[in-house]
């Protein structure tokens, strides 16, 4: 029988930051875990992040960011728009019926990353992800 278990992630965008690339940092709740579904929450689904409690990436900046995923090696999703990622709707964020279906894939974190167009226009704030999986 699958338990299916839900996990929250962050990527923290310091105060200053001029960079266009994010990486995920090691998940080791998450390795070996079979990856149902991922969501990204907006500013406008929370106003503070679950782990540590700070600003969520502005609405803005998340329709310029892209996710890359690899599984061991291999990139598997390259640079996918991380707004193809949000379900909650609301009257100003742009959302999706469903989440992509993620297929049971084994995700390399720390190879994994967000780039951007440019540079955030706010920074100091983190990318708020959820985790759907079982193991």
Known sequence: MRIKRYQA????VP????????SFTD???LRNA???GIQVYTPTAITKTPLSGATPV????????FLT????DLQIIYRLPLLAFNNIQDLTS????ELP?????DISWTKSSITTAAALATTGVTYSFGIYYYL
């Open 69 to 72: 995923l690899y599984q061991g």
């Open 34 to 36: 079979k990856i149902q």
């Open 15 to 22: 105060s200053g930051s001029t960079l266009t690339f994010f």
């Open 101 to 105: 279906e993620m297929n049971d894939i």
């Open 27 to 29: 998940q080791p709740q």
């Open 58 to 65: 502005t609405l803005a900046d998340l329709k310029q960011s």
């Open 9 to 12: 992630v962050e990527i923290n």
């Open 94 to 97: 742009p959302s999706v019926w």
